[in-house]
């Protein structure tokens, strides 16, 4: 109220008493503050009329803005020992660069403005710095505003002010310290802050998390109650996710402090017994959303391989994937939970033995129980289930497979004929999947199906039985062809999920070719389709993949007695569909939005079952056999050359086969072009590591060469000049002018001694006052004592430095002893120059090289001298701002009538006489 009234009063004073016909604009209410702050001598007057723009900032946002900007950043530096004028300089800076909350009449101008506001800030580089240091100051009414100011400058112009924090010394490590700081308000504007300042720069991350930032962090989510924190914790998971995402160096530094361990205390929390999905608040639901998001940056497929298993151990090592496995089959979890739950289960796993093998051993919690690979297939057939939960059922059991023989040996054998066979298996859920009327359902199974499938497999999965009414016993293949061809109205996602399942089983697989050639409906139907013009998109795809089973049956068939042979395949291409119309199939396919899409991650996302076409795992398959097929088009290559293992094991190589190829063939093959893969991939990686070091040598030399092509034509000048020797030798000219030198140098240089030794003599008495300083410091503050200490240690790293100069000084004294005896060889050889030019010549320019390195170091050791210079008269003030606190602190303790010792006294006394001296 004392603040309004005083305010009241000032504008009342600036601006009079207005009439009812008369009253001021806003820019005249601000012009004349201005005018107040820039013309008034008293503190207070300012600090006033501050005040006054601090409380107007809002309502006159444009002419506070324009007006006053310059003068608040004016009396920031200016005033900078007055916490409360800066505060509100501040607060009015903050109140013009902020954007207002959207709304509909506001529209973008508000947003704008701030950002025009900003950039007009930021002109000036040095007002970034200058907030930096503000941090420094410990009052809220300061630090507060300040914290905000830069947040909001960051929001408004990321890439600008954090170019200025990256070049501001110490700037980073002044916004760490705001976590430490005890007063919440702070340290949750701090946590604002950085999660600004982290966004998309990789240097800051880097800083910042070489500044402690995990260990803060991950403290103060403890200390917040982790999953049951506020947004607090939501706000620290995303900083963290900010400097793990896409930044290697830190992820490693994350792996290697063992900080992955403390994670697992994330998911230590009871879960409600029941179905009890309504006592998980929102903020809880959030919060281990994002805890589930940290694990997976920390495991992404995107990350590079090596970094990816060895979290992917540790996670299994220290209990972490027990816990999350815990959590698929728990009550009560949100769906969006469980969906983040089953996908981060499934990269934690992926690729990764150890992990895949303990996944094996969990089962469910039911009675009786299931493993979780059938709980996940039942849930990916399951139509009453949401897409997303089903699409990360089908990307948990991919994980599982990839990159696995052995599991995916045991997913194809339950498929096939047994003895023994449980009342449910995969092979059972499988086929019910793939030939129910649920399209997902038929889509999803054959993607899965398609994963599970290897070069030793699949003439496996030839042998699998079916029982269907009114066909009796039919084989897999038969029964899938049989739908394709036989069901006109079947739906179109049903029918490309069939089709990359054919693809991928035929693929490298002649006896597969040789049985899908076979049965005489199935060339004819894959023409008819590629001769048919579709309206949607989805349609066209199938085409497109209709032409790409035709073109595998080309590419791998093995010269076996069919009813098509390769010729014949060949030719019903080029007559029937025509060359360019069947490689325009093949190229809209990778063109399509579709597989786009799908090569972007292994994961589907799909908000609905219409824009789900194909997976990342066929969309590396398509890209290795589309040339294949192309080029046996064309006669170029053998039909039985062999195009790449199933793409979603990623490193199985291509191979050949014939009509006598056997499976332990494949198997050696296989083996073989992995050795082969391995060594080309390690051979790349030493390759790129040369690259990079050539590139490196390269700008070396340029520099060098550039700076020797200088030195050439310098050279190329004395040359000339000594040209005239060989007529006219002489003795005096150039060694006479290294004598003189010579000498001005040595004199310089005994200055110099001189100056460093009196410089000695004066570090001795500083530090003879410090330790004056350190006994007068156990009575004093703590703050002084630490500042004396922070002195003695700087006196230490001076006198270090300055012994250091005195040892290069040293070696200097011999490289002037021997530019000595060179010019008198100099001398010696001169009287010969007429006969011997070109030796006399060559000592003078090596001279004269000598010369030039003497005058560098010279100029070096001056530049270290001012730099001593400077640190000396730094600590002098140091000094002096220690007695001073000294004093005060004695005076205080003499108020307070706390007894001085006659010691401190007769301190105190000489000290002042030495100052009246």
């Known amino acids: 109220g004392h603040d309004k009234a005083k305010m009241a009063a000032l504008l009342k004073g600036l601006l009079g008493s207005p009439g009812p016909d008369n009253q001021p604009s806003g820019a005249e209410m601000i012009a004349k503050l201005r005018n107040r702050v820039t013309s008034s001598t008293l503190l207070e007057d300012r600090r006033d009329a501050v005040r006054a723009i601090k409380a107007l900032a809002k309502k006159f946002r444009v002419e506070v803005g324009t007006q006053c900007m310059s003068v608040l950043t004016d009396v920031i530096r200016n005033d900078r020992m007055d916490s409360e004028i800066v505060g509100y300089a501040v607060e009015a800076l903050w109140s013009v660069m902020e954007n207002p909350p959207p709304s509909k009449d506001a529209g973008t101008q508000g947003s704008d403005l701030g950002i025009q506001f900003s950039e007009a800030f930021l002109k000036d580089s040095e007002n970034v710095t200058m907030l930096l240091n503000l941090l420094e100051d410990f009052d809220f009414q300061v630090r507060r505003p300040t914290t905000c100011l830069i947040t909001t400058l960051l929001m408004n112009r990321l890439s600008d002010v954090q170019e200025a924090i990256l070049v501001s010394p110490m700037g980073i490590s002044r916004m760490m310290d705001l976590l430490v700081d005890s007063r919440e308000v702070i340290r949750n504007d701090a946590l604002l802050l950085l999660m600004q300042m982290t966004r998309s720069n990789g240097q800051i991350q880097k800083i910042v998390a070489f500044e402690n930032a995990f260990d803060r962090l991950l403290a103060i989510i403890r200390e917040e109650g982790f999953s049951d924190g506020g947004i607090v914790v939501q706000d620290c998971l995303t900083i963290m996710q900010n400097l793990l995402k896409g930044n290697n160096s830190n992820q490693a530094f994350f792996r290697e402090a063992s900080l992955i361990q403390l994670l697992v205390a994330f998911f230590e929390f009871n879960l409600p017994q029941g179905s009890a999905e309504s006592s998980w608040s929102a903020q809880k639901v959030t919060n281990v959303y994002h805890m589930l998001r940290l694990v997976r940056t920390l495991v992404s497929p995107s990350n590079p391989q090596q970094a990816t298993v060895s979290c992917q151990k540790i996670m299994n090592q220290c209990g972490l994937q027990k816990l999350l496995c815990s959590f698929m089959f728990a009550n009560g979890v949100p769906t969006e939970i469980l969906i983040e739950t ?80 449980p009342s449910v298996s995969a092979g059972q859920v499988l086929c019910a999947g793939l030939f129910s009327q649920d399209p997902l359902s038929n889509w999803c199974t054959a993607l899965a199906l398609s994963t599970s499938l290897n070069a030793t497999l699949k003439p496996q999965l030839l042998r699998v039985q079916l029982s269907m009414q009114g066909r009796g016993q039919v084989t897999l293949l ?87 042979s390769p010729d014949t395949l060949r030719q019903i291409i080029i007559h029937r569909v025509g060359k360019d119309a069947f490689s325009e199939c093949l ?207 700087e006196v230490a790293q001076v006198r270090a430095e300055n012994e250091a100069l005195m040892t290069e000084r040293d070696a200097l004294d011999e490289q002037l002893r021997a530019l000595q005896e060179q010019q008198q ?54 000094l002096a701002e220690h007695d001073a606190k000294h004093k005060k602190y004695r005076s205080l303790l003499k108020d307070h009538n706390v007894d001085v010792s006659e010691e401190e006294e007769s301190l105190t006394e000489s000290e002042e006489e030495e100052e009246e001296g």
């Not at 697989?509 to 001769?531: K, R, W």
């Not at 050696?668 to 050539?694: G, M, W």
């Not at 005096?732 to 310089?748: F, K, M, P």
Request: charged share 20%.
């Open 342 to 421: 089953i996908s981060t289960v499934a990269e934690v796993i992926r690729g990764c033995d150890a992990n895949q093998q303990y996944f094996e051993t969990v089962t469910t919690p039911s009675d009786p129980p299931r493993s979780a690979n059938l709980a996940l297939l039942m849930s990916m057939v399951t139509e009453k289930q949401p897409l997303m939960l089903r699409l990360a059922a089908l990307y948990c059991f991919q994980c599982y497979v990839h990159k696995n023989e052995a599991g995916q040996a045991r997913v194809i054998n339950t498929l096939l004929p047994s003895s023994a066979e």
């Open 587 to 793: 190229s809209q396919i990778s063109s399509s939005e579709f597989f786009t899409k799908a090569t972007r991650s292994p994961q589907v996302y799909a908000e609905t079952v219409e824009s789900i076409c194909f997976d990342y795992s066929f969309t590396v398959l398509f890209k290795q056999i589309s040339d294949v097929i192309l080029r046996s088009l064309d006669g170029t290559a053998p039909p039985q050359v062999a195009a790449p293992n199933p793409v979603q094991n990623g490193t199985e190589a291509l191979s050949t086969h014939n009509s006598s190829t056997t499976i332990e063939d494949h198997d050696s093959i296989v083996t073989s072009y992995k050795e082969l893969i391995r060594d080309q991939d390690q051979e790349l990686t030493e390759l790129r590591e040369k690259y990079a070091a050539l590139e490196k040598l390269r700008s070396t030399v340029a520099a060098v060469l550039h700076q020797q092509t200088q030195e050439i034509q310098t050279l190329k000048g004395q040359v000339a000049m000594y040209a005239d020797l060989k007529e006219q030798p002489t003795e005096g000219g150039e060694v006479a002018q290294l004598q003189n030198t010579i000498v001005s140098l040595q004199r310089i240089q005994d200055s110099q001694r001189q100056e460093i030794a009196n410089k000695n003599v004066a570090f001795e008495q500083l530090q003879r006052d410090l330790e004056a300083a350190k006994t007068a410091q156990l009575h004093g503050s703590a703050s002084a004592s630490e500042e004396a200490i922070k002195a003695k240690e």
């Open 825 to 878: 060889r100099t001398q010696e050889t001169q009287t010969s120059a007429a006969a011997n030019f070109d030796s006399s010549s060559a000592q003078v320019v090596e001279l004269q090289q000598k010369l030039t390195q003497l005058q560098r170091a010279y100029q070096e050791m001056q530049e270290r001298n001012q730099t001593i210079e400077k640190e000396q008269e730094d600590l002098l003030v140091l």
């Open 478 to 564: 038969q029964q899938i062809t049989g739908i394709l061809t036989a069901n006109a109205d079947l739906k179109v996602q049903t029918r490309i999920g069939l089709l990359i399942l054919l693809c991928t089983w035929l693929s490298n697989c002649s006896i597969a070719v040789v049985q899908f050639l076979n049965d005489a409906a199935n060339i004819p139907f894959l023409t008819a389709q590629m001769e048919h013009h579709y309206s949607t998109e989805p349609e066209q795809l199938f085409r497109n993949l209709c032409a790409t089973l035709l073109g595998i049956c080309l590419a791998y068939h093995d010269d076996s007695p069919t009813q098509y």
